[in-house]
């Protein structure tokens, strides 16, 4: 497959997905390196319906993850609208996912007590008290965190969507002490490299979290998305109401933030010993 026409081919589809579909440009860089790859197996630009139900049926037996399976058929299935030859595929069953491995409020206080410096301090700590994901940080910007109401404001997060989160008072206090060592204007990334001043990237966050679980002596895998987690299962375990944490993860739904809770039976457990009726 000559390379010049399969970047030339992959350009035009980027440019399909931006302007006339509207897709974000972190998601259409996955879209992109899938059918990349598929390309590349087909030898063709022109898969027929059967090549790619050939390509999909081998990644069921080779029992690829369901997220793997669906970003590669949504992926192909955009690929061939693109080049005019619309194909459908159908889903697997979303499996009922258990979140485990996360960490606990101990566990969090290690990492942050582990950072080298205030930036180190502030990146985790954020993470950690708002639940954002790992590219909404890299996309806050100084005029997004509002100090005084302790609250940060979320610009075009998954799915396009804006949103304001809270944070507590400890974690403005350390964000105030990074912005008086790192004085920046208030357009400016909260958060940039070192040298070149550059907004930092996905890439960059993941180094300093899985440093700082290093330091800090946790012997499980540690990245920021876990995080994420860490915070909506320790909110529950406090007996937050599930509506927080659903507003506070910025879930479209209720059924996505209710992963928690399943994965977590003690909570109910807890709630039914609270409420449950005296008959003896």
Known sequence: MREAILKETLFEFEKFLM???????????????????????????DPTHEDIETYIHKMYEREYSYSHVVNTSLSLEWYMNFIKNPLKLG??????????????????????????????????????????????????????????????RVIKGKGQRDRMV???????????????????????HFFTTLKRHNKYSSHDLRKVIKNLARRAKLN???????????LATNLIRRGANITLVQRQLGHSFIETTM????????R??????????SYL
């Open 259 to 266: 992963v928690y809770i399943r994965s977590f039976p003690q």
């Open 91 to 152: 889903r697997p069953k979303k499996p009922r996912t258990i979140i485990k491995d996360v960490l606990t409020e101990a566990e969090i206080t290690l990492l942050i007590n582990a950072s080298k410096n205030i930036r180190e301090k502030a990146m985790v700590s954020i993470l950690a008290y708002s639940g954002i994901r790992n590219g909404e940080l890299c996309n806050l910007r100084v005029h997004d965190v509002n100090l005084g109401d302790n609250m940060v």
């Open 19 to 45: 302007v006339k579909k509207g897709i974000s440009s972190v998601t259409i860089g996955g879209y992109r390196g899938t059918v990349k790859r598929a390309l590349k197996k087909f030898r063709t630009f």
């Open 220 to 230: 499980k895998r540690v990245y920021p998305h876990l995080l994420r987690h860490s």
């Open 166 to 188: 809270n944070i507590s008072g400890d974690c403005t206090r350390i964000l105030l002490d990074y912005l008086r060592e790192y004085p920046r204007k208030s357009d400016d």
């Open 268 to 277: 109910i457990q807890n709630e039914y010993n609270l409420y449950i009726p």
